[in-house]
DNA sequence: TTGTAAGCGTTATCAC
DNA sequence: GTGATAACGCTTACAA
């Protein structure tokens, strides 16, 4: 006698066997398609499947053979242009190679991130990408530490996603990109543009790994040119649009000498090209101005945006390529992907005699 | 005599029980806690939890006990500011509802969709969260019906997002925002300023719902002011911002006569912007411009765009809200949420005369 | 080629 | 309070 599924019980490979009149094993076998099984059986299993509308349950397959393919994706917010693009990434490759794709949102806030390691551990996911700087602190850096070996030993692999790598002790899979690199070559182009006084917008929170390496390599060009660098000419922001705002504003209340401005975003960079336009400032004429990720925006800004390129989709596909495809052996990966300046409009040489508060 | 956990197999609540002297029943009930027990007994187990650094596992849980809490969200991409911030919306509820969050990316394929539903289905996903307009056809509209009631069989909960509902016999929830009223509002508007001649950059894909409502709402407001329309300035476009540049350009070429332009999207203005201001059009001096959505852009194109504001995280909150905590009994539930037009400085008074091609 | 039976790790039921 | 024991729905030896 068949079963009669209502809404809300599935039909389970029992009710699949028993209406097509074989075993569960038979059923099991025809639906992995991975044994022998004779075409007269398979068409009758088929059958019953279509007939019951029979959907297998994941999570008991989970249970009884392989494990879960699940990859999941841990960031700040979906809606950063910079981590969506990441979260693309993410979700392609694992779809990719055949994994769902779990995503978790922290807000920035560090005891939702452990809460959400733990969740994923319970998931067994395979691979837990986490996406976006961290902080260079010594219990940071000790804190990611132990989330590695712990999801290790729960069999999955910690992924760390645009931030640098950790000892090679620690079993991660990390992919960063360029990221002084770029910094480095985006200052050097502004100062052969002629440029002497470049603001830095973007310093602040210390440790902060992705800032550093921007400020690091916006330091490293001066140095190469052998030019002096002021520190009233760096400016802590929140990386937002309004910081980036805020920030121009006063250094030209204060009157700080500059003819060109570093923007640690390309978001930043869309405050300070709306605050130098209040100004009355043209960009580049008096001011250029540069930023950093190459977001869709960049294009987008008037004018358009000379700014840092980096692949943050491939950032993506990369960390869950070598998180799924890793040599079980080794214990720490480390990739660096190449970033590269665009040109656009909003860097031009510099105006001569450099340009100070307008009327001061 | 314990266990000893070693690389990538986990312990499990046997072990627990055995490390703490205990049954396996008992540290269900202290992991668990809705159920009575001594404070002795849940302090042995839960010290034994931190020292074998025990995670339950959520599959078996699941198979054991209730359901799997996890609502998956299935989008054309992620990259989309607007599908970036329903998704936002989704996880937010979920998160806020002790639900996990799946996502899946289809790029367009309806067959790419299918299989996903059945993959959710599979996964036994609470929630499925289907976002973005979809077609009209009669044969787009009995295949989401069916998903529906496959969904519901299952026992679990077709969502739409952000397009119409479907006829109250199906199974779904249907969360939208009022498409039609935002688009009769800002064409209104312009009307309002005495613009007469208006293009409407949006149409094709006849029988896309998002589109086609938009396009809806433009012509009525026509109507209600006794304005004819002209079919020569609808057109057809693929909503990105390069199509938005081709069809203006297109537009300026041809000849046509127009003080006003309509963009389907924001996105699409931002295309619009750039082929007037390559035509040396000012805006909104000589053309104003309006566009739909009101994502970030919108402020920082010059100049900042009016457009229609819709809520796209409150979207998707109210869709994972509504789909969790619905009456049982009901069948289809069916929400709008307002939208609201936003004027910036891309709109203004239509000069007079009507601006034709420059030059012509 | 097919079936039987024993798990997988948890929770629920029913005793004690 | 606590502990056996039987599900949950599937896979995978081991047999036949």
New interface residues.
């Given amino acids: 006698m068949t079963r009669q599924?209502s809404?809300?019980?599935?039909p389970t490979v029992k009710d699949v066997a028993a209406s097509s009149g074989v075993s569960a094993t038979t059923v099991s076998r025809v639906l992995a398609g991975n044994y022998p099984v004779s075409t007269a059986t398979r068409a009758r299993v088929m059958k019953a499947v279509r007939e019951l509308?029979y959907?297998?349950?994941?999570?008991?397959?989970?249970?009884g053979g392989g494990g879960?393919k699940t990859v999941a994706?841990i960031v700040h917010?979906?809606?950063g242009?910079a981590f969506?693009?990441v979260?693309?990434g993410v979700?392609?490759q694992a779809?990719a190679e055949g994994r769902?794709?779990?995503?978790?949102?922290t807000h920035g806030d560090p005891e939702r991130e452990l809460e959400l390691i733990?969740?994923m551990?319970?998931?067994?996911a395979e691979a837990v990408v986490l996406v976006g700087g961290g902080s260079n602190s010594r219990s940071y850096v000790e804190r990611i530490t132990q989330i590695a070996r712990?999801l290790?030993?729960?069999?999955s692999r910690l992924v760390l996603c645009g931030r640098p790598p950790l000892s090679p002790e620690v079993p991660a899979t990390v992919v960063e990109y360029d990221n002084e690199g770029g910094a480095y070559a985006i200052t050097s182009y502004l100062i052969s543009l002629g440029h002497r006084d470049i603001a830095f917008l973007g310093a602040g929170e210390p440790g902060h790994t992705t800032v550093d390496g921007r400020l690091r390599g916006f330091e490293r060009a001066h140095e190469a040119h052998h030019l002096p660098m002021t520190p009233q000419r760096t400016r802590a922001i929140t990386f937002d649009?309004e910081s980036g705002y805020q920030a121009t504003r006063d250094l030209l209340a204060r009157g700080e000498k500059f003819t060109a401005i570093f923007a640690a975003t390309d978001v930043v960079a869309?405050g300070v090209l709306v605050a130098l336009r209040e100004a009355g400032l043209r960009v580049p004429d008096d001011v250029s101005v540069v930023g950093y990720d190459d977001i869709?925006?960049a294009?987008?800004?008037?004018p358009e945006l000379t700014t840092v390129h980096v692949d943050h989709e491939e950032l993506g596909r990369t960390a869950v390529r070598y998180a799924l495809n890793r040599d079980r052996h080794a214990m720490s990966q480390h990739t660096v992907i190449g970033t590269h300046v665009v040109i656009r409009n909003s860097t031009g040489p510099a105006p001569k005699p450099a340009r100070t508060r307008p009327g001061k």
């Fill in positions: 599924p809404s809300g019980d599935r509308d959907v297998i349950n994941a999570q008991a397959r989970a249970l879960t994706f917010d979906l809606v242009p969506a693009y979260g693309q979700e392609q779809t769902l794709c779990l995503v978790c949102t733990e969740l551990r319970e998931q067994q712990a290790d030993k729960s069999g649009r869309s869709p925006l294009r987008d800004l008037t």
